[in-house]
């Protein structure tokens, strides 16, 4: 289907799920809110959100940014992978997680930045363009490799930021076996590993370029809403 | 017009209601709805759901009045049709059902003002929301181990056209436990009324025909248990059954303790 962007629409054929708070030194970091309100605990169950089709945009593409985060708060940007899964996950163990999965695509998750993960960030994260998605890349086995890979963001050509998936509190196996425990992830259905906290910020002109794992590239140009410029 | 989707027979049916107990497939064959598998009656894009979206359900919760909407996704598996079964984990302690107007979205919609939001809606259907409130977590609250289970999300049994249905916002609901009403609201009660929340989404997300909105449900939620069957029903719009099974009924061998 549509989108604001008919000629670079990303299609999925399933629903694209992203966890949060994946990062060892994410949880660091919150570690003095983690017991107070309104956490009250740490998070047991992985913490996820989804970007839903209004988001997914394709290599190339051009997002627009609100006003509001063109100066100088910007947009969170960050290279992932998403696992694709093949074969229905159910309640899957840790060692058979990734038998589940055919494909992985690199993604740029983009975010409106929030402090508070209290509530659902939809209106941060599930904004137009907001996920930009390459082409699903067919895996000859298990992905195994993923475990020790690095995913680099560059903004303009420098580089601004990478991290390695040795830093994930739960790697892709454990994420998806947790995962599948509470939900099926279907055919077609991503489910994307994550992306820090202190992903860098990018704004208005700028062009954002995520590489995933030595897979492939998805360079996009960030514009501001015409409307919020008239 | 009422429409449905069933599976019957092997293939996959549109379907219109046929007097109380029947219902005519697109090719005209006619049969009985118990003996159809319901489908949700439309092809769900993005599912949006509103949650403590009427004061009373708020403050059964113990949460203060909303300044924003509070909005979450679920992903198409957690969507299932009139008459589904859905699983009590064996662990859980409060499992609950929550009945809300779901309204389909049927128009490319970006920035609506609230006296167009109408305008881009196909029709309503009934949505039964099952909440786990065991595995609630404070991080993305309502986070998808408590509100994304499978089969946990059941819309139908019929997509009911927006032309019949002139005002959203005047409708009764109710639901049944067993055939005894736990809970009743009315959508007149809504703390953001259906065209506000068009209006606030589309101001941030172009909306697209498929979509749909959950639209929160009123006070009235009760624990249900294995073997429970609950009945969501809006007038004029639809009654819509779930069942609830147990961990010995649903994994004859279970996986997991």
Known sequence: ?230 | MKRGRVAYSGGVHACTPHGDVRIRLEDGRVVEESAVVWLPPFEPRTVFAVGLNYADHASELKFARQKEPLIFLKGRGSLAGHRAQTRRPSDATSMHYECELAVVIGAVARSVPRNEALKYVAGYTVANDYAIRDYLENYYRPNLRSKNRDAATLLGPWLVDAADVPDPGALALRTRVNGRITQRGHTSDMIFSVPLLIEYLSEFMTLAPGDVILTGTPAGVVNLNPGDVVITEIDGIGSLVGYIAGDAKYHVVTGKA
């Not at chain 1, 999925?12 to 994410?26: I, K, M, S």
């Not at chain 1, 990734?98 to 209290?118: F, G, Q």
């Not at chain 1, 509530?119 to 490799?145: H, K, N, S, V, W």
Request: glycine share 8%.
């Open chain 1, 1 to 230: 289907m549509l989108s604001m962007y008919p000629d670079q629409y990303a299609p999925v054929p399933g629903t694209v799920y992203g966890a949060v708070l994946n990062f060892h030194a994410d949880l660091a970091g919150l570690a003095g809110q983690l017991h107070q309100p309104p956490y009250l605990a740490p998070p047991q169950a992985p913490v996820l959100y989804i970007k839903p089709a209004n988001t997914w945009i394709a290599d190339g593409g051009t997002i627009t940014i609100p006003a509001a985060a063109a100066g100088t708060a910007g947009v969170q940007v960050a290279a992932t992978i998403g696992l694709v899964i093949g074969t229905p996950a159910s309640r899957v163990t840790e060692e058979k997680a990734l038998e589940h999965v055919s494909a992985l695509r690199v993604v740029n998750d983009i975010t409106l930045p929030h402090e508070s993960v209290y509530r659902p960030a939809i209106r941060q994260r599930c904004r137009d363009g907001f996920c930009p998605i390459g082409p699903a890349i067919p895996l000859a086995g298990p992905a195994t490799f993923l475990a020790n890979c690095r995913m680099r963001t560059l903004i303009n050509g420098v580089l601004q930021h990478e991290w390695s998936t040795k830093e994930l509190v739960r790697g892709p196996g454990r994420l998806l076996a947790d995962v599948s425990e509470f939900m099926t992830l279907w055919p077609g259905d991503v489910l994307l590993l994550g992306t820090p906290r202190a992903a860098p910020l990018a704004r208005a002109g700028d062009r954002v370029r995520v590489e995933a794992a030595g897979l492939n590239a998805l360079e996009n140009e960030l514009v501001l809403c015409a409307k919020e410029v008239a």
